[in-house]
């Protein structure tokens, strides 16, 4: 329930939120409301969840073997980048007729710049098709 005078509350049409982290796809999330001076209300904040494009998401899960170790000149292995045993990876999809399977996909790691044990390294994904979002968890590795 809202309160505040009358022309105050004639005057809403609607009510802002902060920003929305769109990384975390297909996840509820508790977000603040921003309440317009001269209105008072029990709740300050509220759940989302894009429900129409959630049947948009797809999970794929790799093991580290997957994951392709690219400009590797040292011969660095999964285990020395401490690649854990899966990457989980979540696709939110232009077009919910799109099935996707893991050949779609493609996961590396760029060793260009060479190996230090005290770096973290981006996952980074390579695919032909597009997609509105991808995430991977995890995103880094190393250290």
């Given at each position: 329930?809202?309160?505040?005078k009358?022309?105050?509350?004639d005057?809403?049409?609607?009510?802002?939120?902060?920003?929305?982290?769109?990384?975390?796809?297909?996840?509820s999330?508790?977000?603040?409301?921003?309440?317009?001076?001269?209105?008072?209300?029990?709740?300050?904040?509220t759940?989302?969840?894009?429900?129409d494009?959630?049947?948009?998401?797809q999970?794929l899960?790799?093991n580290n073997s997957?994951?392709?170790?690219?400009?590797?000149?040292?011969e660095?292995k999964?285990?020395d980048?401490?690649i854990?045993?899966?990457?989980?990876?979540e696709?939110?999809?232009?077009?919910?007729?799109t099935?996707?399977?893991?050949?779609?996909?493609?996961?590396?790691?760029?060793l260009?710049?060479?190996?230090d044990?005290?770096?973290?390294?981006?996952?980074?994904?390579?695919?032909?098709?597009?997609?509105?979002?991808?995430?991977?968890?995890?995103?880094?590795?190393?250290?």
């Amino acid at each position: 329930m809202i309160k505040g005078k009358k022309e105050v509350l004639d005057k809403i049409n609607y009510i802002n939120t902060q920003k929305i982290d769109s990384t975390d796809i297909g996840v509820s999330q508790k977000i603040d409301l921003i309440i317009p001076e001269g209105v008072t209300t029990e709740e300050t904040t509220t759940i989302v969840k894009l429900k129409d494009e959630e049947s948009l998401i797809q999970r794929l899960i790799y093991n580290n073997s997957e994951i392709e170790l690219r400009n590797n000149t040292h011969e660095i292995k999964a285990l020395d980048l401490n690649i854990p045993d899966s990457i989980n990876v979540e696709v939110q999809l232009d077009d919910e007729n799109t099935k996707l399977s893991k050949s779609d996909i493609s996961l590396y790691i760029d060793l260009e710049n060479g190996y230090d044990e005290t770096k973290e390294y981006l996952i980074r994904y390579e695919s032909d098709t597009s997609f509105k979002n991808v995430k991977i968890i995890p995103s880094t590795v190393g250290k």
